[in-house]
């Protein structure tokens, strides 16, 4: 799925909802942020974390600013549906969680209180 400055891609068989996940990026980073959002397997996120963060696992989400206005955010719906639990959530909001908390660090929020109070508000609203 593309809109303007936005693209999905899912290397799963999970089904995201893609119009939600739209409405939340341009509310968070505006319509002009250029966002890739790519949906991988857990053996690509612990591939993907342990060369960019140097932890041997998979992890549910990674999120990579580029640029000012431009990042891209991975999710791994298999390694999401088990944290969910965790967190008493169902595993299509947490996934839109995760989509919540990767944008934030892109617009350079460190966890946090301020961090933490904005996504409440955004959970609120979207989940």
């Known amino acids: 799925m593309k809109d303007n400055n936005f693209s999905i891609l899912?290397?799963?068989?999970?089904?995201?909802q893609s119009l939600l996940?739209?409405?939340?990026?341009?509310?968070?980073?505006?319509?002009?942020?250029?966002?890739?959002?790519?949906?991988?397997?857990?053996?690509?996120?612990?591939?993907?974390?342990?060369?960019?963060?140097?932890?041997?696992?998979?992890?549910?989400?990674?999120?990579?600013?580029?640029?000012?206005?431009?990042?891209?955010?991975?999710i791994a719906p298999e390694v999401a549906k088990r944290d969910a639990k965790k967190f008493d959530m169902k595993e299509g909001d947490f996934i839109t969680y995760l989509f919540i908390h990767g944008l934030l660090h892109l617009k350079d929020f460190k966890h946090g209180e301020k961090m933490d109070k904005k996504e409440t508000k955004l959970k609120k609203k979207y989940i």
């Not at 899912?10 to 995201?16: F, Q």
């Not at 857990?42 to 549910?60: E, F």
């Open 10 to 16: 899912n290397k799963t068989k999970s089904k995201p």
């Open 21 to 74: 996940f739209i409405r939340i990026k341009n509310d968070v980073l505006g319509k002009n942020y250029e966002l890739s959002l790519v949906f991988i397997g857990s053996a690509r996120s612990q591939t993907l974390n342990k060369k960019y963060r140097k932890k041997d696992r998979p992890t549910n989400i990674l999120t990579f600013p580029l640029s000012k206005s431009e990042g891209e955010i991975f």
